[in-house]
């Protein structure tokens, strides 16, 4: 199995800029080379100075947290794709749930989101989960893929390629609940089966899908050694150098 693991960390809207600093350069001394793909996705004004510290490390990357859908243009306040790529950031998180709920972000628009991304030139990691009255209602499953379908599935299989999904059930978020091993498996399985379902089995065996929701360096080991598990997008746990260093180091051997 050839996937890319990957650890992402969703600062949120937290850290000044000296303090996002310096997160980023004990990140960046305390990380070994390894096969495992490790991102950081600070605040917007972060981008840059963030990046510079990433480029001397072969494996640690940067995302944005969200851009526009439009290149540029009368949007007051508002980030496009291109300038995110203009600060050496090579990914963006679009979809979170975070966005969907106080933003009213919704499929069509992340749709637009997701394109722009890809035509300049970063790769989306795209959010899907769902909240605790739809899991309770056993709905979940059909949710989840209709997210997919909203905003992903429209794509070539040439640009989904590019595109890392994270499972990110909201009742998780931020909750200290984590989802079970098993709930997360179960999940990424079905994420997986739609993906070949759409675009055949190589490449839905390709896409990385990662876990957030209450990750840390406690439950990550178990979380990580499931088979459709490929990683995790960290929100609290990544604020801290030594306990995101340990999620990092939590894929079995
Ligand atoms: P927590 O790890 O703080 O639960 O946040 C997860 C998340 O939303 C990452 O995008």
């Not at 650890?7 to 997160?23: I, P, Q």
């Not at 940067?62 to 980030?79: L, P, R």
């Not at 759409?198 to 990550?220: F, H, P, V």
Request: net charge negative; hydrophobic share 40%.
């Amino acid at each position: 199995m050839n996937r890319t693991r990957i650890v992402a960390g969703n600062w949120k809207m937290n850290k000044s800029y000296e303090e996002g600093r310096d997160l980023a350069k004990a990140i960046a001394e305390n990380l070994q080379p390894s096969e495992t793909v490790v991102v950081l996705a600070p605040p917007f004004i972060h981008l840059r100075g963030v990046a510079a510290i990433a480029e001397g490390v072969s494996n640690l990357h940067v995302a944005a947290q969200n851009c526009h859908q439009e290149n540029s243009g009368a949007y007051t306040g508002e980030i496009s794709a291109p300038m995110v790529r203009s600060t050496g950031a090579e990914y963006v998180i679009l979809g979170h749930s975070e966005r969907r709920q106080y933003f009213g972000e919704d499929g069509p628009l992340l749709a637009d989101k997701v394109k722009a991304a890809l035509a300049a030139g970063l790769k989306p990691i795209f959010c899907c989960g769902e909240p605790l009255e739809i899991r309770e209602a056993g709905a979940h499953v059909a949710l989840v893929v209709e997210q997919l379908e909203a905003s992903v599935f429209d794509l070539s299989p040439e640009d989904f390629a590019k595109v890392v999904i994270a499972y990110e059930p909201v009742w998780a978020i931020g909750t200290g609940r984590t989802a079970s091993p098993e709930q997360a498996q179960d999940m990424h399985k079905e994420i997986r089966d739609a993906i070949a379902k759409k675009y055949g089995r190589d490449l839905a065996q390709q896409t990385s899908i990662l876990y957030g929701g209450s990750c840390k360096a406690s439950n990550a080991p178990e979380l990580f050694s499931q088979p459709d598990v490929d990683g995790g997008l960290i929100g609290g746990a990544s604020l801290d150098t030594k306990e995101f260093m340990a999620i990092i180091g939590s894929f079995p051997a």
